[in-house]
């Protein structure tokens, strides 16, 4: 007899047919510059990744209907008529949401929220379904968190053991069978704590919103949540990637090939990208090999991506990783090694129509708060350059230049 998945086993099919994509995507690029290429090999694996992908979408289409009939179960759980328990998760939350607004506190049933002044209001905490709805509008967004380790925590503080990426020695030889056993090194550990921070902002609405239907209102409200949210930890995630110790100087290919292959442990390379901000991107798009082609090509496996000597590169916009002193940055590395984000998952709402300038314009201030924290976790993980200009490649020998009759 078929068993149903669990939601737990769903996810963990989906990221392990993620990788066999990600894995074949790599098989296809290197398969399109070797010189023993073969069509028929070529179609072949491109057949099998193009299944794989079918597959691993067809899992998160499962995982996703899973998630949301376990909330309709949870909010449909002993439903009795003319029940106030009934009322589905998220139409409450609105309904909620409509009340704290235009001041009717008495009709709320969530707590009651004091902010960092001490001051009192009415709060509502962001029911599961709609945080899961803005975690979806998050990850499409071009974010780093989708980059870096995500890990949900329960507590406001706390602390992770991980271990440190030494080298490791060889054991030493006994001198005999039965002979004293020699110690060997242990495994070097290292002590990360976090401990969670509150970020806020402020939205001013009208009361023309609370005459939309439902739907409307919760996609305002979700949009406008998921877009403060990628930006915040956009920024914050920056922050932790330029404490990287390794940070090269590049003026030409050849140093980006050191920074790429002579920076971080070989055990990295694989798992390892390029980030860096839309200025960079314009000088790094126009620099050429000694045949005259652009360096940066696009993935044939993927057509709105592009690689940097066969790894992917994203570009993040100049507002958000800027330049410093006139100069480009450039992160290599394996982002999830480096740094993780710990996700309180804990957002609320807080609404005034009298404070923060709300009472003179006839206006509704709401205010969300998000709450996480960004560690590093190895900086040998990730190297952090930066160039101005990059030239480029020019051929020694007609031969190496590939002009030769």
């Known amino acids: 007899m078929m068993t149903m998945l669990t939601i737990n086993e769903l996810n963990d099919a989906w990221i392990a047919k993620g990788q066999k994509v990600s894995d074949l995507n790599a098989q296809l690029n290197a398969a399109v510059l070797d010189d ?27 995982l996703d209907e899973a998630r949301a009939n376990e909330v309709l179960n949870m ?34 049933t969530s707590s009651v929220e004091i902010d960092a002044d001490g001051n009192g209001g009415a709060g509502l905490t962001i ?16 974010t780093l968190q989708n980059l870096v380790n995500v890990e949900s925590v329960s507590t406001t503080s706390g602390s992770r053991v991980y271990e440190t990426l030494s080298d490791i020695t060889p054991m030493k030889q006994m001198d005999s069978e039965d002979g004293l056993i020699p110690d060997g090194d ?26 939309d239907t439902a739907e409307n209102i919760m996609s305002w409200l979700e949009n406008w949540i998921a877009k403060k949210v990628a930006v915040t930890r956009n920024v914050a995630i920056i922050s932790v990637m330029n404490k990287a110790t390794k940070k090269p100087t590049i003026t030409k290919m050849d140093d980006i090939k050191d920074l790429e292959n002579n920076t971080l442990d070989p055990a990295i390379m694989a798992t390892s990208t390029f980030v860096t901000n839309q200025s960079g991107y314009n000088v790094l798009s126009k620099v050429k090999d000694a045949e005259g082609r652009y360096m940066i090509q696009p993935d044939v496996t993927q057509a709105d991506r592009y690689l940097l000597n066969n790894k992917p590169i994203t570009v993040i916009a100049d507002k958000w990783l800027p330049d410093v002193s006139g100069s480009h940055p450039l992160y290599f590395g394996d982002f999830k090694e480096a740094i993780t984000l710990y996700d309180r998952e804990h957002m609320s709402l807080l609404t005034t129509n009298i404070g923060a300038g709300a009472y003179e314009h006839n206006t509704t201030k709401i205010r969300c708060i998000d709450r996480f924290d960004v560690q590093m976790i190895d900086d040998g993980a990730i190297a952090t350059g930066s160039f101005k200009t990059v030239a480029n490649q020019t051929a020694t020998t007609p031969e190496a230049s590939g002009k030769t009759a």
Do not use: C, W
């Open 127 to 142: 029911p599961i379904d709609v945080q899961t709805a803005i975690h979806e509008l998050v990850r499409q967004f071009a």
């Open 36 to 62: 023993n290429f073969m069509k028929d090999k070529f179609a072949e694996l491109k057949t099998k990744r193009d299944n794989l992908a079918a597959q691993r979408d067809a899992i998160k289409d499962q």
């Open 186 to 211: 242990d495994p070097k550990l290292h002590l990360i704590k976090y401990l969670i921070k509150e970020y806020g902002a402020i939205n001013t609405i009208t009361n023309n919103l609370l005459k």
């Open 75 to 108: 909010s449909k759980k002993d439903k009795k008529p003319l029940n106030k328990k009934e009322l589905n998760t998220k139409d409450q939350f609105v309904r909620d949401f409509k009340n704290m607004v235009r001041g009717r506190f008495d009709a709320i």
